[in-house]
């Protein structure tokens, strides 16, 4: 057991001397730096959701149509971070929303004024929640919620609660791949 024990060192030796003697040093000299060069982290690869102001996303839209998503959200909602955490950084959510729609949050309780196509929504503290919010929500007021508009910012639906990855993936590609002209939800659903 004692001779067993005492081989190791010796093995491990004879292993890593092996290891440095058969590589010229030439060589290496011009292989770790272009490995080293080559490495991207994950986060520098990784896309993120273009998000915009109402404001925005409806100038943008003057130039080039397309249909909005808007999660109407508030500070104090923890489904709402647990969206933006999980849901708003997955690659396939990210992927459509930024191919398909402007990308818009709306904090349902912000206090600035927004102009929207000459009307102007403010804060309205008797709803403790802000007169845009109360609108795309038809009153229903439940967050996270998300809100889908048409080429012409028309209401396509408010989808209220917290969505999944999945699920929010097929919503928006319900509505961004126009399905919605064409078959109910359902219908896509047990298609897809």
């Known amino acids: 057991m004692k001779y067993n024990l005492a081989i190791l060192p010796i093995l491990a030796l004879a292993l890593f001397s092996g290891c440095k003697g058969n590589t010229p040093v030439a060589e290496t000299a011009t292989t770790i730096p272009a490995l080293l060069t080559s490495y991207q982290p994950a986060s520098e690869k990784a896309a993120k959701i273009q998000w915009l102001t109402i404001e925005q996303a409806a100038a943008r ?64 503290g008797e709803y403790r929640s802000h007169e845009l919010a109360v609108a795309l929500l038809q009153g229903q007021m439940s967050f996270p919620t998300t809100v889908y508009l048409d080429e012409k910012m028309n209401m396509l639906a408010p989808v ?33």
Request: hydrophobic letters at 30%; a positive charge; proline letters at 4%.
């Open 61 to 124: 839209m003057e130039k080039e149509p397309r249909k909005i998503v808007i999660d109407v959200y508030t500070d104090w909602c923890g489904w709402c971070r647990k969206m933006d955490k999980e849901t708003f950084t997955d690659p396939k959510v990210v992927e459509l929303v930024n191919k398909h729609y402007y990308a818009v949050k709306l904090n349902a309780e912000g206090k600035d004024p927004i102009t929207l196509r000459g009307q102007t929504f403010k804060y309205k």
């Open 160 to 192: 209220p609660g917290y969505l999944n990855a999945k699920t929010f993936s097929k919503i928006l590609s319900y509505f961004g791949e126009n399905h919605h002209q064409s078959m109910n939800f359902q219908e896509y659903e047990k298609k897809n």
